[in-house]
């Protein structure tokens, strides 16, 4: 099984041929990861040689995975859904019903073409995490029912009752009236590695209790736009339409993720890219949910994005990584701790921050009130910074004269944000800039993703209060990159533009 090792001893043909089918069956998986670790990425990190790998010892898997997956199938059940659909005003009633057309024909065809609310259905699965009948699924499984039945093993039907739902994690928890289930082990410790063996079970498609095999391809994915925080396992274990909320185990039979989402191109169906929701994000959010009815999150009070190779070259960074600040809430525990726009978090308690989910998630897994140490590099220097968290408000989980041609901002059009102008967009009055009036589709700033309504708020670091100061500050860029803080909609972000 997984840490022990094949000594250099020989063990016979035998042994040898399992180890090349196993060697087979793994390869691309063992190739892909060899690959990424060699070649790396090389604005990031230089690349370096990997040392000899460790043999797996092959012996455990003579038999297959019977004595993992047997204990385990029980644990995962069928959980069908239906609610009430109330039909679109725009249905084929609205047409008959039209005075005009009634005119003619009155309301015999209006009455035949009468929409009624419609019941849907659907199909999901769900894992028994304790022998009492708490189960764990997806929000998206149970989203919008009004009646939720669970399907165990034994072919026995309950009625399940929703305890709580967390959409920003798409975690939900049933409770079903029964003792003595089977349930799985949830898996202590961030012991879960890229390469390790995973086994997906669900109910794909509603045809019974199925298994898959495949290997953790990622850890710690996120930026996906799939859930509002996001740490996903990424597993190449088949994961289909039913398979969502069934449980993905490791080689220990535990259970390490809820399977979740799949990238599916546009067949619908599997490609060897699916994703589950770590079982600590799981766990936590379910805990949350039986203590205090919803999921109360840490909250520091900041806008950030990724660190891209083009951003850190713009703050004087050799490569990306850590989460830039670009919007601060005032009175937030960051303004109070002096953290501002353009500040890039690098660690949270001594953790690196890589991206912005791993900042997102360790802060909203932290309890209100908590103290962290943030690692903030300020004007190219790194200090430290404590504060203490705040809760998360519900609320928070979202002129031709200016024509800067022979610029990086070629095909830009702006003019001076006037009170009238601000109120038309919904900015506070102490939104200061130039309005973005047109962008050329083909320009360099289209692609970096300006666009019209925009307000320019700062050009390389430097505010902009009306088109002379934005000509000024564009003709001092010459023909270079130029970083813009820009408003959109009351939120500021960093773009950089590079010249074509």
């Known amino acids: ?98 005075p005009f057309f009634q005119q003619f024909f009155g309301n015999q065809f209006g009455q035949q073409f009468q929409q009624k609310p419609q019941r849907e259905e659907s199909l999901g699965s769900g894992v028994i995490v304790s022998a009492d009948g708490y189960i764990l699924t997806n929000n998206h499984v149970v989203d919008g029912a009004t009646d939720i039945k669970v399907e165990t093993s034994d072919k026995r039907d309950f009625t399940a009752k929703l305890v709580g739902t967390d959409t920003h994690t798409d975690i939900a928890v049933l409770k079903i009236n029964a003792t003595n289930l089977p349930s799985l082990p949830l898996s202590q ?54 398979n969502s909320g069934g449980a993905l185990i490791n080689t220990q039979g535990e259970c390490v993720g809820i399977n979740t989402a799949i990238l599916s191109g546009n067949s619908g169906g599997n490609q060897g890219i699916g994703f589950a929701i770590p079982v600590a994000m799981a766990r936590h959010v379910m805990d949350e949910i039986l203590k205090n009815g919803k999921v109360t999150r840490g909250y520091i009070g900041v806008v950030i994005q990724n660190v891209t190779p083009e951003l850190a070259q713009q703050f004087g960074l050799s490569q990306g990584g850590g989460a830039l600040v670009s919007d601060i809430t005032p009175g937030g525990p960051a303004a109070k701790a002096g953290i501002t726009r353009g500040d890039i978090i690098l660690a949270v308690d001594g953790d690196t921050v890589e991206a912005t989910n791993n900042l997102q998630v360790r802060i909203s897994e932290s309890a209100p009130g908590t103290t962290v140490r943030l690692k903030v590099l300020h004007d190219g220097k790194a200090r430290e910074v404590s504060l203490q968290l705040a809760e998360l408000p519900e609320k928070e989980v979202a002129s031709e004269k200016g024509d800067a041609a022979g610029s990086a901002l070629d095909g830009v059009k702006v003019e001076t944000l006037t009170p009238d102008l601000a109120q038309q967009l919904q900015l506070s009055g102490d939104v200061h800039g130039v309005v973005v009036d047109n962008v050329e589709p083909a320009s360099a700033a289209a692609e970096s993703g300006l666009q019209r309504g925009d307000v320019i708020v700062e050009v390389n670091r430097k505010r902009v209060s009306n088109e002379e100061q934005f000509e000024t500050a564009i003709s001092g860029a010459g023909s270079q990159s130029v970083l813009l803080l820009v408003n959109h909609g009351g939120q500021t972000r960093f773009l950089v533009v590079q010249p074509h």
């Open 1 to 98: 099984m997984k840490g022990e090792v094949v000594g250099t001893r020989r063990r016979g043909s035998q042994s040898v041929w399992l180890v090349l089918l196993i060697g087979v069956l793994l390869g691309g998986g063992v190739v892909a990861w060899g690959s990424k670790k060699v070649m790396g990425d090389s604005s990031r990190t230089p690349a370096y040689s990997v040392s000899a790998a460790t043999p797996v010892d092959m012996k455990g898997f003579a038999n297959g995975f019977a004595g993992v997956v047997k204990p385990a199938l029980p644990t995962v059940v069928n959980i069908s859904t239906s609610k009430v659909v109330k039909p679109s005003a725009r249905g084929n009633g609205q047409f008959f019903n039209d």
């Open 189 to 242: 410790g961030a012991t879960t590695q890229v390469g390790d063996i995973v086994l997906a079970i669900g109910d794909p498609f509603g045809v019974g209790e199925t298994v898959t095999m495949g290997i953790v391809s990622a850890m710690g994915r996120g930026g996906l736009g799939i859930e509002g925080y996001e740490d996903f396992i990424q597993t190449d274990a088949a994961i289909n339409p039913g």
